[in-house]
């Protein structure tokens, strides 16, 4: 009987560090290794649409969750096309109208490239725990991990994803399933990360898998290449002149 | 016989003057009624046809599984030697591409900042092909509030509720921002040259129109389709034709796996337009039907009442000794022919009221300037062979049963009680 009681005990000690985080916790932790001062990163987009795949590749610069600044480097018609995203307003240049064009309202929802994410996707930049509530729904096992299964459910209006379920791997805190759902409960977009790699003393999963589930296609898949964290980046880069340049 | 009943009527003329009056205004409504009423369903139908559908269409079997979402990403390819086979394959046709997609219009000012923004619709044709008559289908020039049509490359109309809120005018140059068929993005300046006014918010509050070359090099598209479009020479839409072309097109396809392969749909197949046109067909059946009726019997009835009237005549006609069956004939023929004249004289007056009216129509532009609806704005009549018969039948028939149920009271007298009848 004291066996079982020690075993139990130490059962209980072991488990509760992970059962002992709260979900602001958890999520708190992955902001905190995800968002890093600085990120510079070179990046490849692999869109898979229902007549083949296409690489669209680019250089990417961000400061905090409020400015960053892309360039695309290939394939040729992409080439020089640049965008900037400071606060909540997004601008595109094109070389071949020498315009910069400040995207808002329904086309903010359109499809980046003709890949599964949206200019939304990547306008969001508030903190999860500011605008949704957040719940532990348990555990699980994914990708040979063991995950916390968390539910979040909007506290403001207006939100693209009024709620989503988040996979978060309990070792690295990085997230490697995410459901975005809509307000009626339909399912949006499933994200799945993979390759978790360690960039200094934070991991970021290497590959990420967008697919719309409104969409016919298999995906696109969102590849980084190089990332360098915390490094300074010159003020320019999130100015509107740059576009121009 | 006949000669002597036609010369009773144009003498006794207030036994025949009515009933050829009413006979000929029932048959003169009948016969408007229904061809005004196929002349408006038709007008529809090759509105959709010169906008939308097409009398017959081809896209890729992907593309046409969506075809409400324009998905350009599952356009035809090769289409160049597509265009070639079918306009050698089906010379009764004009076959012509089509591009529509959606996009950002954005206005710049001075220091080349966005002043004016909105959402387009665009629609590409092929004008620099003045043969294929795309301006002249979508009525172009007649809808030209202001300017010219394009002629240069980069030249575009616009609809004239969206120039008016973007505050544009004649000549300045916008970009636009969409996507290339494969998503890429695609931006391009283009000049305002017109300003074009349907009639029709929808349309004129994001409407941009350009040239199909324009379009496909904004899209990536060149050597690929969305839309081939085919219209009849005759400009009539052909419903046994056009499901003979489309079937005869999809048989050879039948054995092609793949699904960007080509598929042929005709109007009726597109937009639910098989249900409106049988829709259209039923009501209007059902509303000339119930308008048969009602002037049926109403000349029913006339002719009932004229053989009543009649019933001291045919008394002393018994008496004088003519035959019960004599009388009777004479009593149907010359109703026939009564009818036959209100008919005819119906029907002739109704051909040309729906001939004027397929000619000129009616008007309602003012009428229909605020619409949401998609409608043709002059409404027409259509002349058709029914015309003919659809009301001559009624007309004819309905005096001649009237007349031969009132004459059955002739072979119910007795000869006996008629000097009765006669004396009193």
């Given at each position: 009987m004291k066996k079982i009681l020690c075993s139990l005990v130490l059962i209980l000690f072991t488990m509760a560090p992970n059962w002992a985080q709260t979900a602001s916790e958890i999520i708190a932790k992955m902001d905190e290794n995800m968002n890093a001062k600085t990120q510079i990163s070179r990046s490849q987009m692999v869109i898979h649409g229902r007549r083949?795949?296409?690489?669209?590749?680019?250089?990417?610069?961000?400061?905090?969750?409020?400015?960053?600044?892309?360039?695309?480097?290939?394939?040729?018609?992409?080439?020089?096309?640049?965008?900037?995203?400071?606060?909540?307003?997004?601008?595109?240049?094109?070389?071949?109208?020498?315009?910069?064009?400040?995207?808002?309202?329904?086309?903010?929802?359109?499809?980046?490239?003709?890949?599964?994410?949206?200019?939304?996707?990547?306008?969001?930049?508030?903190?999860?725990?500011?605008?949704?509530?957040?719940?532990?729904?348990?555990?699980?096992?994914?990708?040979?991990?063991?995950?916390?299964?968390?539910?979040?459910?909007?506290?403001?209006?207006?939100?693209?994803?009024?709620?989503?379920?988040?996979?978060?791997?309990?070792?690295?805190?990085?997230?490697?399933?995410?459901?975005?759902?809509?307000?009626?409960?339909?399912?949006l977009k499933e994200l799945t990360f993979s390759e978790v790699k360690a960039f200094g003393d934070r991991y970021y999963p290497t590959i990420t898998h967008y697919k719309d589930a409104l969409k016919k296609g298999k995906g696109t898949d969102f590849i980084l290449l190089e990332l360098a964290l915390d490094e300074a980046i010159p003020e320019h880069y999130f100015n509107k002149s740059i576009l121009k340049r | 016989m006949i000669y002597f009943l036609l010369k009773g009527i144009w003498r006794d003329r207030s036994r025949s003057f009515f009933p050829i009056l009413v006979t000929a205004m029932g048959v003169l409504l009948t016969v408007f009624l229904s061809g005004f009423m196929q002349g408006v369903f038709n007008d529809?139908?090759?509105?959709?046809?010169?906008?939308?559908?097409?009398?017959?269409?081809?896209?890729?079997?992907?593309?046409?599984?969506?075809?409400?979402?324009?998905?350009?990403?599952?356009?035809?390819?090769?289409?160049?030697?597509?265009?070639?086979?079918?306009?050698?394959?089906?010379?009764?046709?004009?076959?012509?591409?089509?591009?529509?997609?959606?996009?950002l219009?954005?206005?710049?000012?001075?220091?080349?900042?966005?002043?004016?923004?909105?959402?387009?619709?665009?629609?590409?044709?092929?004008?620099?092909?003045?043969?294929?008559?795309?301006?002249?289908?979508?009525?172009?020039?007649?809808?030209?509030?202001?300017?010219?049509?394009?002629?240069?490359?980069?030249?575009?109309?616009m609809g004239e509720e969206f120039a008016r809120r973007l505050g544009i005018e004649l000549g300045q140059s916008f970009s636009l921002m969409g996507s290339t068929m494969?998503?890429?993005?695609?931006?391009?300046?283009?000049?305002?040259?017109?300003?074009?006014?349907?009639g029709v918010v929808a349309i004129d509050r994001s409407s941009l129109i350009m040239n199909l070359a324009d379009a496909e090099d904004f899209l990536d598209m060149q050597d690929a389709a969305a839309e081939i479009l085919g219209y009849f020479k005759h400009n009539s839409y052909s419903v046994k034709q056009a499901k003979i072309i489309a079937e005869g097109f999809n048989a050879a396809q039948a054995d092609n796996p793949d699904e960007f392969a080509p598929i042929m749909l005709s109007l009726r197949a597109q937009n639910n337009l098989g249900q409106y046109v049988d829709y259209a067909n039923n009501m209007s059946t059902l509303i000339i039907g119930i308008f048969v009726l009602a002037m049926s019997i109403v000349l029913w009835n006339m002719g009932l009442l004229g053989g009543l009237r009649r019933y001291k005549e045919f008394g002393i006609r018994l008496a004088l000794g003519e035959a019960k069956g004599q009388?009777?004939?004479?009593?149907?023929?010359?109703?026939?022919?009564?009818?036959?004249?209100?008919?005819?004289?119906?029907?002739?007056?109704?051909?040309?009221?729906?001939?004027?009216?397929?000619?000129?129509?009616?008007?309602?532009?003012?009428?229909?300037?605020?619409?949401?609806?998609?409608?043709?704005?002059?409404?027409?009549?259509?002349?058709?062979?029914?015309?003919?018969?659809?009301?001559?039948?009624?007309?004819?028939?309905?005096?001649?049963?009237?007349?031969?149920?009132?004459?059955?009271?002739?072979?119910?007298?007795?000869?006996?009680?008629?000097?009765?009848?006669?004396?009193?």
């Amino acid at each position: 009987m004291k066996k079982i009681l020690c075993s139990l005990v130490l059962i209980l000690f072991t488990m509760a560090p992970n059962w002992a985080q709260t979900a602001s916790e958890i999520i708190a932790k992955m902001d905190e290794n995800m968002n890093a001062k600085t990120q510079i990163s070179r990046s490849q987009m692999v869109i898979h649409g229902r007549r083949g795949s296409r690489t669209v590749e680019s250089r990417s610069y961000s400061e905090g969750n409020q400015k960053a600044y892309t360039e695309y480097l290939a394939p040729a018609r992409e080439r020089g096309t640049k965008m900037l995203k400071l606060g909540d307003r997004l601008w595109i240049y094109s070389p071949a109208t020498d315009r910069s064009i400040q995207l808002s309202g329904h086309m903010l929802r359109q499809s980046v490239m003709g890949s599964d994410l949206s200019y939304e996707d990547m306008m969001e930049d508030r903190k999860m725990q500011d605008i949704y509530s957040l719940r532990l729904l348990g555990e699980e096992e994914l990708q040979g991990q063991r995950v916390w299964v968390l539910e979040l459910v909007a506290k403001v209006e207006g939100l693209s994803y009024p709620k989503r379920k988040i996979w978060v791997d309990q070792r690295y805190y990085v997230p490697l399933k995410e459901e975005l759902y809509a307000k009626s409960g339909q399912l949006l977009k499933e994200l799945t990360f993979s390759e978790v790699k360690a960039f200094g003393d934070r991991y970021y999963p290497t590959i990420t898998h967008y697919k719309d589930a409104l969409k016919k296609g298999k995906g696109t898949d969102f590849i980084l290449l190089e990332l360098a964290l915390d490094e300074a980046i010159p003020e320019h880069y999130f100015n509107k002149s740059i576009l121009k340049r | 016989m006949i000669y002597f009943l036609l010369k009773g009527i144009w003498r006794d003329r207030s036994r025949s003057f009515f009933p050829i009056l009413v006979t000929a205004m029932g048959v003169l409504l009948t016969v408007f009624l229904s061809g005004f009423m196929q002349g408006v369903f038709n007008d529809i139908i090759e509105q959709n046809a010169r906008l939308e559908t097409g009398h017959l269409k081809v896209m890729s079997r992907a593309y046409a599984e969506l075809a409400s979402q324009k998905p350009n990403d599952l356009a035809l390819y090769e289409a160049d030697s597509l265009l070639a086979h079918l306009r050698q394959e089906y010379p009764e046709l004009i076959w012509t591409p089509r591009l529509r997609f959606g996009g950002l219009v954005d206005l710049a000012n001075a220091q080349g900042e966005t002043k004016a923004q909105g959402p387009a619709n665009v629609t590409a044709l092929d004008l620099s092909t003045p043969s294929l008559g795309e301006a002249q289908r979508l009525n172009l020039q007649k809808s030209l509030y202001k300017g010219r049509l394009p002629e240069q490359p980069q030249e575009v109309l616009m609809g004239e509720e969206f120039a008016r809120r973007l505050g544009i005018e004649l000549g300045q140059s916008f970009s636009l921002m969409g996507s290339t068929m494969e998503g890429s993005m695609s931006f391009r300046n283009y000049q305002l040259v017109g300003v074009i006014r349907f009639g029709v918010v929808a349309i004129d509050r994001s409407s941009l129109i350009m040239n199909l070359a324009d379009a496909e090099d904004f899209l990536d598209m060149q050597d690929a389709a969305a839309e081939i479009l085919g219209y009849f020479k005759h400009n009539s839409y052909s419903v046994k034709q056009a499901k003979i072309i489309a079937e005869g097109f999809n048989a050879a396809q039948a054995d092609n796996p793949d699904e960007f392969a080509p598929i042929m749909l005709s109007l009726r197949a597109q937009n639910n337009l098989g249900q409106y046109v049988d829709y259209a067909n039923n009501m209007s059946t059902l509303i000339i039907g119930i308008f048969v009726l009602a002037m049926s019997i109403v000349l029913w009835n006339m002719g009932l009442l004229g053989g009543l009237r009649r019933y001291k005549e045919f008394g002393i006609r018994l008496a004088l000794g003519e035959a019960k069956g004599q009388i009777y004939a004479a009593l149907c023929i010359e109703s026939l022919l009564i009818g036959g004249l209100g008919s005819f004289l119906g029907t002739l007056v109704g051909l040309g009221l729906c001939y004027y009216l397929q000619l000129y129509g009616i008007d309602l532009d003012g009428a229909l300037e605020q619409s949401n609806v998609m409608m043709p704005s002059v409404f027409r009549a259509k002349l058709t062979v029914e015309l003919l018969y659809i009301g001559f039948i009624p007309g004819l028939l309905a005096s001649l049963l009237g007349s031969m149920l009132a004459g059955l009271g002739i072979y119910q007298r007795s000869t006996a009680n008629l000097f009765k009848e006669l004396e009193a």
